[in-house]
T-cell receptor, first 115, second 110 residues
Framework: GAVVSQHPSRVICKSGTSVKIECRSL??????MFWYRQFPKQSLMLMAT?????????EQGVEKDKFLINHASLTLSTLTVTSAHPEDSSFYIC???????????FGSGTRLTVV | DQQVKQNSPSLSVQEGRISILNCDYT??????FLWYKKYPAEGPTFLIS?????DKNEDGRFTVFLNKSAKHLSLHIVPSQPGDSAVYFC?????????FGTGTRLQVFP
């Protein structure tokens, strides 16, 4: 089946620094990738949709200058949290949809802690 | 505005019995519904889905029912097993985007 690899699985960074999270589709090409954030005991909230070769579409309330998304190839999307603050501490999950159609495959998530 | 809701934050079921997880939605344009299982610090794992043209889909121990008039879907797990203990999310879509519910923590005890 389709596999999405996400790393790092957890990262601790200092306030004010930037963190990059990678999401790779291993055995399929993903024309569209999605980035979610989950706070403790809450739902997965869609942050943005990225399409290969074009700008990401951000959901309302998500700062595009803070959460930089790059989808430069059909197998890789990255989320960079810039100038991270403690309130950005969360669980970030990517998802990809194969260019052959079908369902959504999720990465294993990244636990970000900003200290 | 929570378009997909799971009103029960938790559910406890004895092993071997049926688990019923419920989900309500408000957007009548949703045409595809999914259930995911999630463990802490892991990504969601797909369980089962249903298109809006159907009212039931079954896969092994898992059955999803869709009631479009009530904008309600449910996931039945029978028989429940201790390994089913996790958080279950329903999700809905009418485009590429998935909108998730708030999740229900299922605990199956021996």
């Amino acid at each position: 089946g389709a596999v999405v690899s996400q790393h790092p699985s957890r990262v601790i960074c200092k306030s004010g620094t930037s963190v990059k999270i990678e999401c790779r589709s291993l055995d399929f090409q993903a024309t569209t990738m999605f980035w979610y954030r989950q706070f403790p005991k809450q739902s997965l909230m869609l942050m943005a949709t990225s399409n290969e070769g074009s700008k990401a579409t951000y959901e309302q309330g998500v700062e595009k200058d803070k959460f930089l998304i790059n989808h430069a190839s059909l197998t890789l999307s990255t989320l960079t949290v810039t100038s991270a603050h403690p309130e950005d501490s969360s669980f970030y999950i990517c998802s990809a949809r194969s260019d052959r159609g079908g369902g959504y495959t999720f990465g294993s998530g990244t636990r970000l802690t900003v200290v | 505005d929570q378009q997909v809701k799971q009103n029960s934050p938790s559910l406890s079921v004895q092993e071997g019995r049926i688990s019923i997880l419920n989900c309500d939605y408000t957007n009548s344009m949703f045409d595809y519904f999914l259930w995911y299982k999630k463990y802490p610090a892991e990504g969601p794992t797909f369980l089962i889905s249903i298109s809006s043209i159907k009212d039931k889909n079954e896969d092994g121990r898992f059955t999803v029912f869709l009631n479009k008039s009530a904008k309600h879907l449910s996931l039945h797990i029978v028989p429940s097993q201790p390994g089913d203990s996790a958080v279950y999310f329903c999700a809905a879509s009418n485009t590429d985007k998935l909108i998730f519910g708030t999740g229900t923590r299922l605990q199956v005890f021996p």
